[in-house]
């Protein structure tokens, strides 16, 4: 049974509205991505960002309906998300790009802190980790 909007806690309604803004943020720029004359962006990127909108979704989708098992969601969105973010951050001469990359960066650290993750992980961490998704 979800539980009452209004008497859900203010951190879990903030994850909710990051991750379903994070998740239109990443279709926009994925739309951006596919309709560019440019072909700069291709195979595993796009990817990527299809995979955030999908994990962003379903976090979003656990938390408004408050299973037990949304911080496992959020943790995957928590990755997903920092990853996203630092591919974006490779194109950050391109406001599509950057803005795609802020917001999954504000998703990432809603849906980390909604996991229960107490440790950040490094900058190298980060980089490995966006490396192993793509």
């Known amino acids: 049974m979800a539980t009452n909007p209004i008497l859900r806690d203010s951190d879990m309604e903030k994850c909710i509205n990051n991750c379903l803004t994070c998740a239109r943020v990443c279709l926009e ?26 994990a962003c ?13 949304h911080h496992q969601s959020c943790e995957l969105c928590y990755e997903i998300c920092e990853a996203c973010a630092i591919e974006c ?8 790009m950057a ?18 993750m107490t440790v950040r992980m490094g900058t190298s961490s980060k980089t490995e980790t966006a490396r192993n998704v793509l």
């Open 29 to 54: 720029t994925l739309h951006h991505c596919l309709n560019g004359r440019s072909n700069r962006f291709q195979g595993n990127h796009i990817t990527l960002l299809q995979m955030c909108v999908e």
């Open 57 to 69: 979704q379903l976090s979003a989708k656990m938390m408004i309906a408050d299973l037990k098992f």
């Open 89 to 96: 951050e490779r194109y950050a001469d391109d406001p599509v």
């Open 99 to 116: 803005k795609c990359a802020d917001f999954c960066r504000r998703c990432a650290e809603s849906c980390r802190g909604m996991a229960g």
